[in-house]
């Protein structure tokens, strides 16, 4: 399978080539070793998103208009950023073979995982822009306002790229950050607009959305999406900041700590 | 005639820190605030220097826990050093006894994420693949992942990557111990071609006569220290001497 690729020119410098290599390698382990292969990968968000809807829809009489779309953004989004915290927090001892015996730069490991993830979200959003505008009822159609994702999903994108060094660097001296992570983002999965109004939201915890970028991330993505609405500028300049800060203070930490992965783990 | 350095390394050192009980979760680390693990430092290696031209053939000696690999994996860049610094000219590969690969990938996708990391593009591993598999002996097992091999396959799997993908730079720790005696045969042959020529290569290895016969320049080495650095011959009389 792997042998069989051809890739387009841009792709002749053999970093952006290992990048994807590794990323297609990582995304077919995941996928393709169960049953269901890329199926799985489908099925996903929209199971999420059942259950959140019964739940919150048919159970708590949600009033939100298009709730099922309104999870669907949230969910895929939340996923992506729980796939890439948690989910490579212990990057540094499974990818052990590809730095330990040799001089490659360990960002590309985390960059080529991540991207691995953006293959996932990619899908998942092409699954909801097919729901958004087949399927749902309440729908405004597409836009070329929904470009505007790129963006703001590149943040995203930042964002967890930074916490995932910081993570993982921790990891090598404390392997419970594993437990601590997992508590903090169930927290913060309740602390973020994903399956209530932003209004109340922000009835509750006024500005929190300027603490928690992911809930920034989340509101533009809809308004981009659902609501052919610009990003809220401000919101969306601070999480840029934001995520930029956690990944400078991401590669300290890995400078750092990260170079003594190879003896400590 | 002045050649090009490949390799410089000043005044290097590593210290172990080896701490009796784990302190490894945050928990442990918050209860213990004023009661710091005991630890024991093992100075694996002393301050160091060396340089290597390219294309030269180092043998690297000395008894077991003489600091030989921690020195290797310090001059491959996978360890930092405590003190000095290591220059390297080009990319390296470290290589020993069945690594550098995942074993939850298949032979082929090892294949492919080596040669790449090593500096490959995708298409010279096109080119490469076929002689790969077969100086490994693995044409059947191609789409098998590595988890099921058996150890002799691993490492076969592995040398056979170092010498057809190769680095610049190759640090090869104990690789004559991989496979059988007929696969030995050919490792060993491999040294005897014209592979050799143009990379750097540092050999670590307990067998005197491939060292002998391969090697420009031998060094010495004794706990943790560099005891001598130059002709092979008279190394290998030191470490003879070191195992009466």
């Known amino acids: 399978m792997i042998n069989q690729i051809t890739l387009p020119k841009a792709f002749y410098s053999n970093k952006l080539e290992r990048l994807w290599l590794l990323a297609k390698i990582e995304f077919k382990l995941r996928y393709y070793e169960n049953n269901l292969g890329l199926l799985w990968a489908l099925l996903k968000p929209l199971m999420d998103v059942a259950i959140y809807y019964i739940v919150f829809k048919t159970i708590l009489k949600t009033d939100l208009e298009a709730f099922a779309s309104y999870l669907f953004v949230g969910l895929i989004l939340w996923n992506f950023f729980l796939e890439s915290t948690a989910g490579t927090i212990q990057i540094l001892q499974t990818k052990k073979y590809l730095y330990e015996y040799s001089n490659m730069n360990k960002l590309e490991i985390y960059i080529s995982t991540l991207l691995s993830n953006s293959i996932g979200f990619f899908f998942n959003l092409v699954m909801f822009i097919l729901f958004f505008n087949f399927v749902e009822a309440d729908s405004y159609g597409l836009s070329a306002l929904n470009l505007w994702i790129i963006p703001i999903f590149i943040n995203l994108f930042i964002l967890s790229l930074g916490l995932s060094f910081i993570l993982s660097s921790i990891y090598i001296f404390a392997k419970d950050i594993t437990q601590i992570w997992q508590v903090f983002t169930s927290g913060l999965f309740f602390l973020s607009p994903i399956f209530y109004k932003f209004s109340l939201f922000t009835e509750a915890l006024p500005n929190f959305e300027y603490i928690n970028p992911v809930a920034g991330i989340i509101i533009n993505a809809r308004n981009v999406l659902m609501y052919q609405q610009l990003p809220n500028m401000e919101l969306f300049i601070f999480d840029f900041g934001y995520a930029f800060f956690v990944l400078f203070l991401g590669l300290i930490m890995l400078n750092k700590l990260g170079a003594k992965a190879a003896e400590k783990l | ?244």
């Open chain 2, 1 to 244: 005639m002045e050649k090009e350095i490949a390799i410089k390394a000043r005044n290097i050192s590593k210290t172990f820190h080896i701490s009796e009980d784990s302190h490894n979760t945050v928990k442990h680390r918050l209860f213990n605030l004023f009661n710091p693990p005991r630890s024991r430092e093992v100075p694996a290696l002393k301050s160091l220097s060396l340089e290597i031209k390219k294309g030269e053939c180092i043998g690297l000696l000395g008894r077991n826990g003489s600091g030989k690999s921690t020195l290797v994996k310090l001059l491959a860049g996978v360890y930092p050093t405590d003190s000095g610094y290591v220059n390297i000219k080009g990319s390296t590969m470290l290589m020993n006894l069945g690594v550098g690969m995942s074993h939850e990938l298949t032979a082929r996708e090892n294949i492919y994420v080596s040669g790449s990391v090593l500096g490959l593009k995708i298409k010279e591993v096109d080119a490469l693949f076929d002689k790969i598999v077969s100086f490994a002996e693995l044409e059947e097992f191609i789409d098998t992942k590595i988890k099921f091999f058996s150890s002799g396959m691993v490492a076969r799997l592995g040398f056979s990557i170092a010498v057809n993908a190769g680095a610049d730079v190759m640090f090869l720790d104990e690789i004559f111990a991989v496979g059988d005696a007929k696969f030995q045969e050919k490792a060993v042959k491999v040294f005897e071609s014209s592979w050799i020529e143009g990379r750097t290569v540092i050999l670590v290895s307990h067998s005197m006569e491939t060292i002998r016969q391969y090697c420009h320049r031998a060094a010495y080495m004794k706990k943790g220290e560099l005891k001598y650095f130059g002709d092979t011959g008279t190394a290998i009389d030191m470490y003879l001497a070191d195992n009466q």
